[in-house]
T-cell receptor, first 109, second 114 residues
């Protein structure tokens, strides 16, 4: 079967750095997405990785290792507004998105 | 450009009833996907429509069905509602036919089944 694993919840301090991991086992691979979802709101796109390596976008970076079935989202200089759930999703060989359950990130002052 | 809209935003039904949810994608987007979101389960893929054709389907019973109209608006129907159908139903639109593009989500319809 297809499976995406991410930690259920993480806590970090304002101004610090946090890394949210995602491991996956899917039928084929056409890229990995990260989305942010604030409570009560719709998910919004953060990043897309299809090649190995690190993609940096401002305070957010996303890393992919296809051989290890592994990705992480790195958030720097954390702000209170970063408190949200972070969803990892992999596009399989049928171009269907398989979603993880999400990681709830709690930022403390 | 207007975002993805979903109606209604909230719905309360009783077991055995049926419900129809509506989604209007971003103008020019031809792909619409539907998801069910429940606490702890994450997003579960229901189906995807592209140019009025169902292109992909998740592992949901036949009580869940959908369609897409020529203007790309989509509807999802759930018949014979069960308590376990209580969830947030999200639709997302994207512009490309292959699906390898950012998905834009609507605000969702929160369905409560009593």
């Amino acid at each position: 079967g297809q499976n995406i694993d991410q930690p259920t919840e993480m806590t970090a301090t304002e101004g610090a750095i946090v890394q949210i991991n995602c491991t996956y086992q899917t039928s084929g691979f056409n890229g990995l997405f990260w989305y942010q979802q604030h409570a009560g709101e719709a998910p919004t796109f953060l990043s897309y990785n299809v090649l190995d390596g690190l993609e940096e976008k401002g305070r957010f970076s996303s890393f992919l290792s296809r051989s290890k079935g592994y990705s992480y989202l790195l958030l720097k200089e954390l702000q209170m507004k970063d408190s949200a759930s972070y969803l990892c999703a992999v596009m399989d060989s049928n171009y269907q998105l398989i979603w993880g359950a999400g990681t709830k990130l709690i930022i403390k002052p | 450009k207007a975002g993805v809209t979903q109606t209604p935003r909230y719905l309360i039904k009783t077991r055995g009833q049926q419900v129809t949810l509506s989604c209007s994608p971003i103008s020019g987007h031809r792909s619409v996907s539907w998801y069910q979101q429940t606490p702890g389960q994450g997003l579960q893929f229901l189906f995807e429509y592209f140019s009025e054709t169902q292109r992909n389907k998740g592992n949901f019973p036949g009580r869940f069905s959908g369609r897409q109209f020529s203007n790309s608006r989509s509807e999802m129907n759930v018949s014979t509602l069960e308590l376990g159908d209580s969830a947030l139903y999200l639709c997302a639109s994207s512009s490309t036919g292959t699906g390898i593009s950012e998905q834009f989500f609507g605000p969702g319809t929160r369905l409560t089944v009593l």
